[in-house]
């Protein structure tokens, strides 16, 4: 059983910064792709961030954090990184990590709370 741990939470004021962090229990090879994304009060799971295992590592950003978030990491050892700057009331959610093995299927973390509040 794969589990996905994420870490690096917290509260935050308007205008700071957090880096969570996911590693994986079990070393999956050659994963497709780990990512973030999140799910705030009343809203549906959006894409945060994802770095591709493949190819040259290519990173796509949801359009809310781009300019403002940065993923990291090492994709082929489980490891994956989110810097995020600016943080903001809206980016308020539980950040879970993803782990895809292949195209259709991969791991999803328990979720990490993040709350921007003054």
């Known amino acids: 059983q794969v589990q996905l741990v994420e870490s690096g939470g917290g509260l935050v004021q308007p205008g700071g910064s957090l880096r969570l962090n996911c590693t994986s229990s079990?070393?999956?090879?050659?994963?497709?792709?780990m990512g973030w994304y999140r799910q705030g009060p009343g809203k549906e799971r959006e894409l945060v961030a994802t770095?591709?295992?493949?190819?040259?590592?290519?990173?796509n950003y949801g359009d809310s954090v781009r300019g403002r978030f940065t993923i990291s990491g090492d994709v082929s050892k489980n490891v994956v990184y989110l810097e995020m700057n600016n943080l903001k009331p809206e980016d308020t959610a539980v950040y879970y990590c993803r782990l895809d093995q292949s195209p259709t299927y991969g791991y999803w973390g328990r979720g990490t709370q993040v709350t921007v509040s003054s």
């Open positions: 770095k591709s295992g493949t190819g040259n590592g290519a990173i």
């Open positions: 079990r070393r999956i090879f050659g994963p497709f792709a």
